[in-house]
């Protein structure tokens, strides 16, 4: 029996690392239940991909062929199809912003109960997740009344599958219906370009809401070049455009790694710390103790911003 | 053309709060219109003044006491607004709850664009829009930060990770979920606060949609603080002090020295 069906993810010819993780994830929860653990793997180099995704703890890869790149309809349909046919107690699919664009359509269309963002997930007399809520500020325990579940977890919550197995492939054949597949993938585009490029940075002085005013950001400025630093921000300032997308740490800006990372007024949140968490040395200065951006500082500062920055910079221009 | 916007009001907490049971104490709550929500509002108005849309409704599920936050949208320039609730509902809505409501409303309304956000700061779903979309079989695109509109096709920006995004044309009528930065929304003006006073909210009950009856499949059994497993050494005193000890420590990562 299918205990769990994990789709793969894939973009522009690499598996993602999120794929591994939904192994990891799938293996325990197909323990739990004592079942198998499948994966399929939709659109591109699947036979490549399967390949890759012989881990130990997968029973079956199925390959499904159709399409080039990622289209939520194929893989929606294709996933609806997957899921009749191996009757799944677990749907597993991941929570990025591919995983947005079909996983909730899997689960209206099997009409399964959603549960997303999961940063932990058990099968014992029904599905238990653990989930965040509130800007990450609260955990909550969330249980399922349902024997079938569609599931879509965080990325970076689980270890990712690495050792080799000799796992079966299978291909799938899809029966895709043309006429629902009414959007059509155009291109790429690359954003975030220009002069300075975060990513290289030792050093980064990075602005978040708490700034609170456009003009405010100087303050900010100033401190980055009294510590021979470089200028990056949460998303909300880009959003602002009070600075460049460049500046943008995070899942959809860059992801930065220097040995000094100083968030000011930012809160933490999942999609910046996503971009963040490598960095050597975190500080944090913020008004809000339970910011969790203090859960991955190695420094922090409980304060006005207001009041720290003007003196932290006559500490080293004084 | 007529966009549907739906519109969540959301919590957000205050910096220190208690929990009571699985919720968030109500004193420590304050409830706002959600984020992802504004910019999608906005775009819907802006369609309407470039003489796209011909009429911009809301949709929210909510209690009474978000009307407030409708009267927000409808101060943005919104022309009038629907307000699902019933004495059936406690707990938590799961999105196929709200999908199961949403899609009658739909079917009353029978709009060309839906747009919703991506995620509500609550909850934190990010599968409301995606969900209704395909329980009503219409089109979609989820995470949207770029649109432009001849009429009949949705040419969108989706914003990937990592700086990416993707190209992509959506047939219409379609659902789109809005991203942040996708526009600048705008603020209430008086002039729009006074004319919302005046616009319509209409109240809608379960019965009124023609549903009998809801069931949440999740249920939230806990909320608690997260376990801080950082060993952050926070710094003591008043922001000269905190300050000095944090240059001390920024000095002996070699930072500012040149
Ligand atoms: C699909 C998706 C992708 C996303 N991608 C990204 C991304 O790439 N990067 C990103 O950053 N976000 C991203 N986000 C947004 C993310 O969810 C958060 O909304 C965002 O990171 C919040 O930014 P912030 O911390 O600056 O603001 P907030 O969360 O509003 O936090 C502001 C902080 O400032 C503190 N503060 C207020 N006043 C002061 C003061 N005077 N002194 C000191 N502290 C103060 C507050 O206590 C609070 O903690 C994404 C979201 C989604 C759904
Ligand atoms: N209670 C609600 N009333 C109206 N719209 C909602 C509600 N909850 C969610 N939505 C819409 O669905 C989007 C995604 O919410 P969610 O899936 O709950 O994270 C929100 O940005 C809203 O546009």
């Given at each position: 029996?299918?205990?769990?069906?994990?789709i793969?993810?894939?973009?522009?010819?690499?598996?993602r690392?999120?794929?591994y993780?939904l192994?990891?994830?799938?293996?325990?929860?197909?323990?739990?239940?004592?079942?198998e653990?499948?994966?399929a793997?939709?659109?591109?180099?699947?036979?490549?991909?399967?390949?890759?995704?012989?881990?130990e703890?997968?029973?079956?890869?199925?390959?499904?062929?159709?399409g080039?790149?990622?289209n939520?309809?194929?893989?929606t349909?294709?996933t609806?199809?997957l899921?009749?046919?191996?009757d799944?107690s677990?749907?597993l699919?991941?929570?990025?912003?591919?995983?947005?664009?079909y996983?909730?359509?899997?689960a209206?269309?099997l009409?399964?109960?959603?549960?997303?963002?999961?940063v932990?997930?058990?099968f014992?007399?029904?599905?238990?997740?653990?989930?965040?809520?509130?800007?990450?500020?609260?955990?909550?325990?969330?249980?399922?009344?349902?024997?079938?579940?569609?599931?879509?977890?965080?990325?970076?919550?689980w270890?990712?599958?690495?050792?080799?197995?000799?796992?079966e492939?299978?291909?799938?054949?899809?029966?895709?219906?043309?006429?629902a597949v009414?959007?059509t993938?155009?291109?790429?585009?690359?954003v975030?370009g220009?002069?300075?490029d975060?990513?290289?940075?030792e050093?980064?002085?990075s602005?978040?809401?708490?700034?609170?005013?456009?003009?405010?950001?100087e303050?900010?400025?100033?401190l980055?070049?009294?510590?021979?630093?470089?200028?990056?921000?949460s998303?909300?300032i880009?959003?602002?455009?009070?600075l460049?997308k460049?500046?943008?740490?995070?899942q959809?800006?860059?992801t930065?790694?220097?040995?000094?990372?100083?968030?000011?007024?930012?809160s933490?949140?999942?999609?910046?710390?996503a971009?963040?968490?490598?960095?050597?040395?975190?500080v944090?200065?913020?008004?809000?103790?339970?910011a969790?951006?203090?859960d991955?500082?190695?420094?922090?500062?409980v304060?006005?911003?207001?009041?720290?920055?003007?003196?932290?910079?006559?500490?080293?221009?004084? | 053309?007529?966009?549907?916007?739906?519109?969540?009001?959301v919590?957000?907490?205050?910096?220190?709060?208690?929990?009571?049971?699985?919720?968030?104490d109500?004193?420590?709550?304050?409830?706002?219109?959600?984020?992802?929500?504004?910019?999608?509002?906005?775009e819907?108005?802006q369609?309407?003044?470039?003489?796209?849309?011909?009429?911009?409704?809301?949709?929210?599920?909510?209690p009474?006491?978000s009307?407030e936050t409708?009267?927000?949208?409808?101060a943005?320039?919104?022309?009038?607004?629907?307000r699902?609730?019933?004495s059936?509902?406690?707990?938590?809505?799961?999105?196929?709850?709200?999908?199961?409501?949403?899609?009658?409303?739909?079917?009353?309304?029978?709009?060309?664009?839906i747009?919703?956000g991506?995620?509500?700061?609550?909850a934190?779903?990010?599968?409301?829009?995606?969900?209704?979309?395909?329980?009503?079989?219409?089109p979609?695109a989820?995470v949207?930060?770029?649109?432009?509109?001849?009429?009949?096709?949705?040419?969108?920006?989706?914003?990937?990770?990592g700086?990416?995004?993707?190209?992509?044309?959506?047939?219409?009528?379609?659902?789109?979920?809005?991203?942040?930065?996708?526009?600048?929304?705008?603020?209430?003006?008086?002039?729009?606060?006074?004319?919302?006073?005046?616009?319509?909210?209409?109240?809608q009950?379960?019965?009124?949609?023609?549903?009998?009856?809801?069931?949440?499949?999740?249920r939230?059994?806990e909320?608690?603080?997260p376990?801080?497993?950082?060993?952050?050494?926070?710094?003591?005193?008043n922001?000269?002090?905190?300050a000095v000890q944090?240059?001390?420590?920024?000095?002996?990562?070699?930072?500012?020295a040149?």
């Amino acid at each position: 029996m299918t205990g769990v069906l994990a789709i793969a993810e894939h973009r522009r010819g690499e598996l993602r690392d999120v794929s591994y993780e939904l192994i990891g994830a799938g293996r325990e929860l197909a323990d739990d239940l004592d079942e198998e653990l499948h994966v399929a793997v939709i659109s591109g180099q699947v036979e490549e991909f399967a390949r890759s995704l012989s881990k130990e703890g997968v029973d079956v890869v199925h390959t499904v062929p159709d399409g080039a790149e990622f289209n939520h309809d194929v893989y929606t349909q294709v996933t609806e199809q997957l899921a009749d046919e191996l009757d799944p107690s677990v749907v597993l699919m991941p929570n990025s912003v591919n995983g947005l664009d079909y996983g909730p359509a899997v689960a209206a269309r099997l009409g399964r109960p959603l549960v997303t963002d999961v940063v932990d997930a058990s099968f014992e007399d029904g599905f238990v997740a653990t989930r965040e809520m509130y800007g990450s500020k609260v955990e909550t325990t969330v249980e399922v009344d349902a024997e079938r579940v569609a599931v879509m977890i965080r990325g970076g919550e689980w270890p990712g599958a690495t050792g080799n197995g000799d796992t079966e492939v299978r291909e799938f054949e899809a029966d895709i219906d043309e006429s629902a597949v009414r959007t059509t993938v155009t291109g790429f585009e690359e954003v975030g370009g220009g002069d300075v490029d975060i990513s290289d940075a030792e050093v980064l002085v990075s602005v978040g809401r708490g700034i609170g005013e456009e003009e405010n950001i100087e303050l900010i400025e100033e401190l980055a070049e009294a510590l021979d630093a470089t200028l990056s921000s949460s998303r909300p300032i880009v959003d602002n455009e009070w600075l460049p997308k460049n500046r943008q740490v995070g899942q959809s800006g860059k992801t930065v790694t220097p040995e000094v990372y100083i968030a000011i007024g930012i809160s933490g949140a999942v999609q910046h710390v996503a971009g963040m968490k490598g960095s050597e040395t975190i500080v944090a200065i913020n008004t809000d103790p339970n910011a969790p951006i203090f859960d991955i500082a190695d420094y922090g500062i409980v304060d006005d911003l207001f009041d720290v920055v003007p003196a932290l910079i006559d500490e080293f221009e004084g | 053309m007529k966009v549907l916007v739906t519109v969540a009001e959301v919590g957000t907490v205050e910096d220190d709060f208690e929990i009571d049971g699985a919720a968030i104490d109500e004193r420590y709550l304050e409830y706002d219109l959600n984020e992802w929500d504004d910019y999608a509002v906005e775009e819907a108005v802006q369609l309407e003044e470039e003489g796209l849309a011909d009429e911009v409704v809301t949709v929210t599920i909510g209690p009474e006491r978000s009307e407030e936050t409708i009267r927000m949208a409808l101060a943005k320039g919104a022309d009038r607004a629907i307000r699902v609730w019933d004495s059936s509902f406690e707990g938590l809505l799961d999105v196929a709850a709200k999908t199961e409501i949403l899609r009658a409303v739909v079917a009353e309304e029978e709009p060309d664009l839906i747009l919703g956000g991506v995620q509500t700061g609550d909850a934190m779903f990010g599968a409301t829009g995606v969900s209704l979309a395909a329980a009503i079989d219409y089109p979609w695109a989820a995470v949207v930060n770029d649109l432009e509109f001849d009429g009949e096709t949705a040419s969108v920006h989706r914003e990937l990770e990592g700086g990416v995004e993707e190209l992509t044309d959506v047939e219409t009528p379609a659902v789109l979920t809005i991203q942040t930065g996708i526009n600048e929304p705008r603020y209430a003006s008086l002039r729009g606060i006074r004319q919302a006073q005046s616009k319509e909210i209409a109240v809608q009950t379960l019965a009124d949609l023609g549903l009998d009856g809801l069931d949440s499949d999740l249920r939230l059994t806990e909320m608690y603080e997260p376990e801080v497993e950082s060993d952050a050494t926070v710094f003591e005193g008043n922001a000269e002090d905190t300050a000095v000890q944090l240059a001390g420590v920024l000095r002996e990562k070699g930072v500012g020295a040149q």
